[in-house]
């Protein structure tokens, strides 16, 4: 079945939750979200979805301890070099949005070598979410608005948001219960269709996302207008 559906946003949530319930530690329930990703990457890619957005890392998440935040550095870095044959395989192009600035320089030069070498794919974009925080997106959007001195109006702050390149989110899913957006694309979710799952990020399943997509497919969209 073809859905309708171009670009998912995904808020990846309750890994830590998943790996406590197993009597392990936080970090083990990073590395299975890891193993989702790539996963649910591959799924829709053979759905046929355009753009999957991630949130792996958010501005917020630094407050978390030292040991959790360079465990998940080292994931991330660790995730990318085993990803590239699979994206590649895959014909996935890979992209990110948030402020990169922050990371280490080892963690940039693995993002950048990840771009470049699927720059050129034109199946499925997969973007990570990366120290991504909305206000602070667009909040650099408005600064990059001001230098150039353009004026100010909705269109002209679209444009210049991380996703400017990727198109509009049809639908965003949060996992792991909470039914909040936390900083997660807030601009975008205007018109999103919104889906919450109690469901633990490692435990998603294909046939959970397939039935959101079918739903998706039965939801009157109005904008704002009327519908006949
Ligand atoms: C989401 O899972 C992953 C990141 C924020 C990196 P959590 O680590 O927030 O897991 P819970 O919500 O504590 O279970
Ligand atoms: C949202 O999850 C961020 C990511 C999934 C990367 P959090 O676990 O950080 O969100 P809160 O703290 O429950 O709002
Ligand atoms: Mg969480």
């Known amino acids: ?27 083990f329930g990073h ?5 989702k990703v790539r996963e649910m990457t591959r799924v829709c890619s ?13 501005t917020e998440n630094w407050k978390r301890p030292a040991l959790e935040v360079s465990f998940l550095m080292k994931l991330m870095i660790k995730y990318l070099k085993n990803e590239l044959p699979l994206l590649i395989e895959n014909n996935v192009r890979f992209e990110t949005i948030g ?33 991504y925080g909305a206000h602070d997106e667009i909040v650099r959007a408005i600064q990059r608005l001001n230098e150039a001195k353009i004026p100010l109006n909705a269109e002209a702050i679209e444009r210049h948001l991380d996703t400017a390149p990727f198109g509009t989110i049809d639908m965003i899913i949060r996992t792991g219960g909470d039914t909040r ?42 904008f704002g207008g009327l519908n006949s």
């Open 99 to 131: 402020d990169l600035s922050p990371f280490s320089s080892a963690l940039r030069k693995q993002i950048q070598i990840t771009k470049d070498a699927t720059a050129h794919h034109i199946g499925l974009t997969q973007v990570l979410a990366l120290n």
């Open 46 to 58: 053979n759905l046929g979805i355009r753009y999957l957005t991630l949130y792996a890392f958010s």
């Open 31 to 35: 590395e299975a979200g890891a193993v």
């Open 1 to 27: 079945m073809k859905f309708s559906c171009q670009h998912i946003g995904i808020i990846m949530d309750g890994n830590g939750r998943w790996a406590q319930a197993r009597g392990k530690n936080r970090s």
């Open 181 to 222: 957006l936390s900083n997660f694309l807030l601009w975008q979710a205007a018109y999103s269709e919104l889906f919450f799952t109690p469901t633990l990020w490692p435990d998603f399943s294909a046939e959970e996302l397939e039935g959101m997509l079918e739903d998706f497919e039965q939801r009157e969209r109005r």
